[in-house]
């Protein structure tokens, strides 16, 4: 065969096995993009709140209610664009910056769980009014709570980008690639 068939078959090779892998890349982007939310941590919070509606000559009027508020960290994957991924595959590295990882309240218990009461025999127990507004209150202080004190916030979001990490080494390494994995912050996001 002469040289000059040779280098065009060479060519050719090198092209279809390009063009495969920017075909895989293409399909692996639209795979982690339909992902949407990817939650990588979860934490509970429990919420102790109090009744005291005791009277010097009535008796005491006292409860203690606690439940569980519950906290997740995720990634929208819908927002990551084709330019936030990168790779090289002579080197065998991809670069992925990840949308920002956002923390979330996701729930809470329904029923407030009673740890203390202390009723008066002339005084009625607490009922339910009560309890629900009671909840209302602790679940308003607990928002403002984790609000001032970023303490909550922070270790989850350090968890998640941890098993971030995790999965996307993971998941690229099993293609073949070494991962380097940054996060987009949230300042920079436009909502």
């Known amino acids: 065969m002469p040289k000059r068939k040779i280098l065009l078959l060479a060519t050719a090779i090198m092209l279809c096995l390009s063009c495969t892998r920017q075909e895989d890349h293409r399909e ?8 949407d939310k990817m939650i990588f ?6 919420k102790t709140a109090a009744i005291d509606k005791s009277r010097e000559f009535f008796g005491k009027r006292i409860a203690v209610y606690s439940y569980d508020t519950y906290m ?17 595959d002579k080197a065998g590295t991809v670069h992925i910056t990840l949308p920002p990882i956002v923390t979330e309240i996701s729930g809470r218990d329904m029923e407030l769980r009673k740890e203390y009461d202390n009723i008066g ?8 009014r009560e309890r ?4 209302e209150l ?6 403002k709570e984790l609000q001032d004190n970023k303490a909550f916030t922070s270790q989850l979001t350090d968890a998640a980008k941890h098993k971030a990490r995790q999965y996307f080494e993971s998941l690229f390494g099993e ?6 994995i940054d996060f987009k912050s949230l300042r920079n996001i436009h909502i």
């Open 72 to 88: 997740h960290a995720y990634i929208d994957m819908s927002a990551l664009s084709e330019d936030d991924i990168s790779f090289d």
């Open 132 to 135: 629900a507004e009671l909840k």
């Open 121 to 128: 025999l002339f005084r009625d127990s607490i009922d339910a």
């Open 28 to 35: 692996l982007y639209q795979e982690l993009k339909s992902a």
């Open 41 to 46: 941590a979860s934490m509970s919070i429990t």
């Open 138 to 143: 602790a679940n308003t202080s607990l928002k």
């Open 175 to 180: 293609k073949g690639y070494s991962a380097v």
